[in-house]
């Protein structure tokens, strides 16, 4: 059983003056249980509108979604899943610690595991010494991370995730990958969306890229990095010289290169391959330089 299953969904949002936009033009992708699975598109592309029509929050115009083999349009199929939405807007005058305890009461948890489970997500998220303080008082970040709080809070199966890292400062978006990689470790699904590549890279175990509302590819993200490698750096230095040298060679020109070095009497500091990056991929598939 897949964890998400998107089958042929099409949305066109119908305006009041019969103005039409096609968001989702006959997307599938199927997302396996236990898999980390980055859903990459620029702007506008239709990643929110996808999520949406998971959640039950937007009726898709054709196509169904699932979620652990359920309709994932009947509310039950998603007690088994964490939410992040785009852009979430919390109730201004509750503190953090009051909204998950009301967020663990909608999941119907009792107080035992509840109580320390707010505080370990707290903890985790660096908001338990603001626990007590109004919503309305916290920065763009912390509302994100109590966005995020409140998607782990009830330790569900499956996360649905759109734009986890935004707003979030280097140090936040560190710690949103180390979640994400924890949940992996853990066997959890997380289907999250960005057009922040460098995010995913090292994070997702595949990708879909979407654009103007049609799927341009899945691809595995080792596969991407492993074919990647275009050629090697290497530096070197004399033996009793201070000074070394850098080379860039070709992948064929490698060993030839290290040989000579060897024979020079030169002693190897560094091979690093340079590799091809999932946004050189990504900007390749938007920019239209490459088809799957
Ligand atoms: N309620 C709406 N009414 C009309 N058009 C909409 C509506 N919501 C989204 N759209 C349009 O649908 C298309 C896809 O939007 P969507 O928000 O799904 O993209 P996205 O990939 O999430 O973009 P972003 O990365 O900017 O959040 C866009 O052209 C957008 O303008």
Known sequence: MQAVEISNLSKIYRG????????LRDLSLSIDQG???GFLGPNGAG??????????????THGSTSIMGKDSTVGV??????????????????NALEYLRFVGGMFKMPSEPLEPRIEQTLKLLELWDARKRPMRSYSKGMVQRVGLAQVLVHDPDVYIL??????????????????ILDLRRRGKTVFFSSHIVNDV???????AIILNG???CVVRVDQIMSEGVIGY?????????????????????LTELLDRLRIEGEEILLVEPRRRHLEDFFLSIVEGKSKI
């Open 16 to 23: 009041k003056r019969g103005v039409c936009v096609e968001a």
């Open 35 to 37: 898999e980390v699975f």
């Open 47 to 60: 990643k929110s509108t996808t999520i949406k029509i998971i959640m039950g929050l937007v009726k898709a």
């Open 77 to 94: 199929a998603r007690e088994a899943v964490g939410y992040l939405p785009e852009n979430p807007a919390f109730y201004d005058y509750l």
């Open 162 to 179: 759109d734009e986890p890292m935004s707003g979030l400062d280097p140090v936040g978006r560190a710690l949103v990958k180390d979640i």
């Open 201 to 207: 890279e090292k994070i997702c175990d595949r990708v």
């Open 214 to 216: 049609e799927l341009q």
């Open 233 to 253: 750096q290497v530096r070197s230095r004399r033996s009793g010289r201070g000074d070394s040298s850098d080379y860039d060679v070709s992948k064929e020109e």
